[in-house]
């Protein structure tokens, strides 16, 4: 990382002044470098916040279980206090009821499964 070396040089260059083990020929030479890291820094940092965010695609919404997408045909359930999780996990014998809120699991969620079949399609 760019900042960590700056970090770094600077520090090394403080230390060989403490010390005085070095000639004024190498400080100039560190403090140069420093400089010419710091102006790349800054480069950097304007490029970072002067550009547009790029137009990422949405993601689709993720089974908080698995971390799998809701990527359509998947059929997505939910419990009655709407917490979803998806159909193999909703399967799995371990989970009988939410692992959110522990309440029972009441169906489908057909509205959500048809919006993000939408969403697919365009």
Avoid: W
């Amino acid at each position: 990382c760019l900042k960590q070396d700056i970090i770094n040089s600077v520090v090394s260059l403080k230390d060989s002044l403490v010390v005085g083990n070095t000639s004024s020929r190498s400080n100039l030479s560190a403090i140069s470098e420093i400089q010419l890291q710091l102006e790349m820094l800054q480069d950097s940092v304007l490029t970072a916040v002067s550009s547009p965010p790029s137009a990422a695609m949405p993601s689709y919404p993720e089974c908080p279980y698995c971390m799998e997408e809701f990527v359509p045909p998947a059929k997505i359930l939910q419990c009655l206090s709407g917490h979803l999780i998806c159909e193999s996990c909703k399967s799995k014998p371990a989970i009988t009821n939410c692992p959110s809120c522990h309440q029972q699991f009441c169906g489908r969620n057909r509205g959500l499964e048809t919006f993000l079949q939408k969403f697919k399609d365009g």
